[in-house]
C-alpha cells in the first residue's frame, strides 16, 4: 500500500473533510457538526474501512481526552499458568511473548509434530512464519479488498456501478475498478482507490 493513506478519514456526506491523527479528524468532525451540517457524517479506520464513534461532546480539549482510555477501562491480563512457571524459574531462556492458547489436531497432526526438532511449539511456529512469508502479499490483497469494500458500503451503496466496482475489486482488476468508480464523487472515488491499491491519488485534504 502507498503511504498516501493516513490514520483516520472523515467524510461529510460525499466530501472528505479531514485525514490524519485521531485527534485531528476528531476536532473536524466537531466542528463540521456544529456547522449545522445536513450530511452524515462519517469517520473511518483507514486500515480496516470500519466506521469509528467520536464523541464530540464539551471543549476542543474534552474531545481530545475522550479519545484517550482512562486507566479504569485497562483491566490487568492474569498470568497463565505457563507463564507463572517462566516467573519461578528466574533467569534461563528469554521472555519471547509466547501466549499460550487451544490447538486442536487430529492425532497424525500432534504425532507429526512431536517428530519435528524442537517439538511441537517450534514446529508451528516455523509453519506460521512460512505461511506468513508465503501468502504476504495475498493477505496484504484480501485486507485491502475487506477495507475498500466496508468503505463503499458505509459511505454510499447506492452509488452507480457498485456491483460492478465492487466485482473488480474482489477481481484484483484495478483499470476496471477505476473504471466504474471513475463517475464517483472526487473525495469518495480517490480515497477508494487508494484504499484498494495505494494508488498516488493523495487522501489527505
Not at 524459574?89 to 507429526?112: F, I, M, N, S, Y
Not at 511456529?125 to 512460512?130: N, P, Q, Y
Not at 466496482?165 to 466504474?180: C, G, K, V, W, Y
Request: charged share 25%; hydrophobic share 35%.
Amino acid at each position: 500500500m502507498s503511504n498516501t493513506i493516513s490514520q483516520y478519514t472523515s467524510f461529510s456526506g460525499h466530501r472528505r473533510i479531514a485525514a490524519g491523527s485521531l485527534a485531528t479528524v476528531a476536532l473536524a468532525v466537531k466542528q463540521a457538526i456544529e456547522s449545522d451540517s445536513s450530511d452524515t457524517i462519517l469517520t473511518f479506520d483507514d486500515a480496516t474501512g470500519r466506521t469509528i464513534d467520536i464523541d464530540t461532546r464539551g471543549s476542543e480539549a474534552d474531545v481530545v481526552a475522550h479519545l484517550t482510555p482512562s486507566s479504569a477501562d485497562v483491566q490487568p491480563v492474569e498470568p497463565t499458568a505457563n507463564a507463572q512457571a517462566n516467573e519461578s524459574r528466574g533467569r534461563g531462556r528469554p521472555k519471547l511473548g509466547v501466549v499460550a492458547r487451544e490447538v486442536t489436531l487430529l492425532p497424525r497432526h500432534w504425532e507429526w509434530l512431536a517428530s519435528q526438532p524442537g517439538g511441537a511449539s517450534v514446529a508451528l511456529r516455523k509453519l506460521v512464519e512460512e505461511a506468513r512469508k508465503t501468502h504476504a502479499n495475498k493477505d496484504r490483497s484480501r485486507q485491502a479488498q475487506e477495507r475498500t469494500y466496508r468503505f463503499m458500503s458505509a459511505i454510499d451503496g447506492n452509488l452507480p456501478n457498485f456491483e460492478e466496482a465492487s466485482r473488480a475489486l474482489f477481481a484484483n482488476d484495478q483499470s476496471r475498478f477505476s473504471e466504474q468508480v471513475a463517475v464517483w464523487p472526487d473525495d469518495v472515488r480517490a480515497y477508494a482507490i487508494t484504499l484498494a491499491f495505494g494508488d498516488d491519488n493523495s487522501v489527505s485534504p
